[in-house]
């Protein structure tokens, strides 16, 4: 059984940072693409950072460009999400996601996903 448990959400002011950690099981890990969408309140679900097995490939949305980090651990099975600079318009549920290939930014191109960390960032 699959399973992406994420963590490290929350209140943060504006201008702060937040990590996040996603954990897997039940996937092979260290072959998967990993990803990460966020869904603001009122919104449809958004790509924000992929992060292929060998982390040699990483890409992001440029909203977040320059201030997200994408990271993994391939032996600890665990992607991160190093967010700095936050601003308020990145408040959202944020999820992880496992798929296959080198790195997307579809959804659709994703097949296990968690149940997401709220994160919110005040003004």
């Known amino acids: 059984q699959v399973q992406l448990v994420e963590s490290g959400g929350g209140l943060v002011q504006a201008g702060g940072s937040l990590r996040l950690s996603c954990v897997a099981s039940?996937?092979?890990?260290?072959?998967?693409?990993m990803g990460w969408f966020r869904q603001a309140p009122g919104k449809e679900r958004e790509f924000v950072a992929a992060?292929?097995?060998?982390?040699?490939?990483?890409s992001y949305t440029d909203s977040v460009k320059g201030r997200f980090i994408i990271s993994r651990d391939n032996a600890e099975s665990t992607v991160y999400l190093q967010m700095n600079s936050l601003k308020p318009e990145d408040t959202a549920d944020y999820y992880c996601?496992?798929?296959?290939?080198?790195?997307?930014?579809?959804?659709?191109?994703?097949?296990?996903w968690g149940q997401g960390t709220q994160v919110t960032v005040s003004s």
């Open positions: 996601a496992a798929g296959e290939g080198t790195t997307s930014f579809n959804e659709h191109d994703y097949d296990y």
């Open positions: 992060i292929s097995w060998s982390s040699r490939s990483t």
């Open positions: 039940g996937v092979f890990f260290s072959r998967s693409l």
